[in-house]
């Protein structure tokens, strides 16, 4: 399970650090490739075996509309699998980048499953508007029963 927020920089090469947290716990797998896309604004990073989880899932059940269609479409065009250099860093494709609209500053943040990269200004977007009203945030804790 990833959890946490990390604060790195983009390198000219278009690499970024994983948290070494995060390494350890993919460590712990058989298998310790990431597969990136696009989702919901970020880089979203899946685990190998868990990647593999979601295309039995979509397999299974198959798009219903033309928008499943569609984005699923758009979400494995950009699918890439990315294994860690010595030094634990990935390569970033310049249009995940671009998708993302990162340029140098990045959030990395763990998901529950999946570890998500941000530009860091959408990150902080974000949680502002996550955080702007605290009524509908005790609605949404009562909600998820936290």
């Not at 989880?53 to 984005?71: C, D, L, V």
């Not at 943040?109 to 990269?117: L, P, R, T």
């Not at 860091?120 to 949680?127: A, H, P, Q, R």
Request: with cysteine; net charge neutral.
């Amino acid at each position: 399970m990833f959890i946490g927020r990390y604060e790195y920089s983009i390198d000219d090469k278009s690499r970024v650090s994983i948290p070494a947290k995060f390494r350890e716990a993919l460590s712990l797998s058989a298998d310790s490739r990431l597969i990136l896309t696009i989702l919901d604004g970020c880089i979203a990073a899946y685990p190998y075996q868990e990647w593999l989880q979601i295309q039995n899932n979509i397999s299974a059940s198959g798009p219903k509309s033309k928008e499943q269609r569609a984005f699923l479409r758009y979400f494995f065009a950009g699918a890439t699998e990315c294994a860690f250099d010595k030094l634990g860093r990935v390569l970033i494709p310049q249009a995940l980048k671009t998708d993302a609209q990162i340029q140098k500053n990045v959030v990395i943040v763990g998901v529950g499953k999946k570890i998500e990269v941000w530009a860091k200004e959408k990150w902080e977007e974000l949680v502002r508007i996550a955080t702007a009203d605290p009524d509908q945030i005790a609605d949404i804790v009562s909600e998820l029963g936290l």
